[in-house]
């Protein structure tokens, strides 16, 4: 069992920037891969940014180049830095780690990004 809490959201100004991390209640060493997602009203949950195995990252296009995703063994945390944040960036960002094969859920944490 895999517990995910996440921290970091709130709220900014379009333009600013906000680092969100999940921590988790075990090793996240033999995590098969960490990521960040984002659920919004009416959307289905959409994948962010994401960490296969120790270090190959994959961006969805509309965050490539303002987000940078980080996975950190020695910590055993997982980060989002989000700059250059945009109102369409606003949203639950929930995290989630693959653990032999299953995979687990933080319940997220909110990010609201006015214009």
């Known amino acids: 069992q895999v517990q995910l809490v996440e921290s970091g959201g709130g709220s900014v100004q379009a333009g600013g920037s906000l680092r969100l991390s999940c921590a988790s209640s075990?090793?996240?060493?033999?995590?098969?891969?960490m990521g960040w997602y984002r659920q919004t009203p009416g959307k289905e949950r959409e994948l962010v940014a994401q960490?296969?195995?120790?270090?190959?990252?994959e961006y969805a296009d509309s965050v490539k180049g303002r987000f940078i995703i980080r996975r950190d063994n020695n910590e055993g945390l997982l980060h989002l830095q989000m700059d250059s944040l945009k109102p369409e960036d606003t949203g639950v960002y929930v995290c989630?780690?693959?653990?032999?094969?299953?995979?687990?859920w933080g319940k997220g944490t909110q990010v609201t990004v006015s214009s």
């Open positions: 989630s780690a693959r653990h032999l094969g299953l995979d687990y």
């Open positions: 075990r090793s996240i060493v033999g995590f098969s891969r």
């Open positions: 960490v296969i195995s120790f270090d190959v990252k």
